[in-house]
């Protein structure tokens, strides 16, 4: 069964590094996402990708942070300079198209540890 | 998007049935009602999904009350590997992007 994968699983960075988190969608998705959950914290939206352009984005994905799809496969998210409250699980997502019956894939997370 | 509301926790023990509910008396008449569930220390993976219905599929059932202003998600024979956190989530038929997730209901299973 196709897959989202992730990588690195687990990266420790200390505050003000840049950290990039790569994430390759399964092959014949159209929309891609990322997703962070603080620990103990419930999932919380980053920001949608379709057709090379970010389609929304939440509060808290400031300038800070940026997408790119630097190739047909990879989906990146970047932490321009990361703070100690970046520390969370971050999961990329991919879905198919965007009709409500829909399933939306995600991956086994990136745990991004700040110090 | 619609709000739903789940109970925080709840226990079962192995091999039993579980029912998990979920309210959304809110719902649209285009809103899919999708079911997610995170086990530990990995992302949220997909259970079932419906519109009016009541779904099965190898994962689970899906029962959609006729109002459809509630959902009960059925595992019918607990596993210890069931223990996750388990998301009901609406997503409109004609236009959804991302999915918010609620807190959701911690299944713990007992053996």
């Known amino acids: 069964e196709p897959e989202v994968t992730q990588t690195p699983s687990h990266q420790v960075t200390q505050m003000g590094q840049e950290v990039i988190l790569r994430c390759v969608p399964i092959s014949n998705h159209l929309y891609f996402y990322w997703y962070r959950q603080i620990l103990g914290q419930k999932v919380e939206f980053l920001v949608s990708?379709?057709?090379?352009?970010?389609?929304?984005k939440s509060e808290i994905f400031d300038d800070q942070f940026s997408v790119e799809r630097p190739d047909g496969s990879n989906f990146t998210l970047k932490i321009r300079s990361t703070k100690l409250e970046d520390s969370a699980m971050y999961f990329c997502a991919s879905i198919k198209g965007l009709a409500g019956g829909e399933t939306q894939y995600f991956g086994p997370g990136t745990r991004l540890l700040v110090l | 998007d619609a709000k739903t509301t789940q109970p925080n926790s709840m226990e079962s023990n192995e091999e039993e049935p579980v029912h998990l509910p979920c309210n959304h008396s809110t719902i649209s008449g285009t809103d899919y009602i999708h079911w997610y569930r995170q086990l530990p220390s990995q992302g949220p993976e997909y259970v079932i999904h419906?519109?009016?219905s009541n779904v099965n599929n190898r994962m689970a059932s899906l029962a959609i009350a006729e109002d459809r202003k509630s959902s009960t998600l059925i595992l019918h024979r607990a596993t210890l590997r069931d223990a996750a956190v388990y998301y009901c989530i609406l997503r409109d038929l004609n236009y959804g992007q991302n999915f918010v997730f609620g807190p959701g209901t911690r299944l713990s299973v007992l053996p």
């Open positions: 419906g519109l009016t």
């Open positions: 990708f379709y057709n090379n352009e970010i389609s929304e």
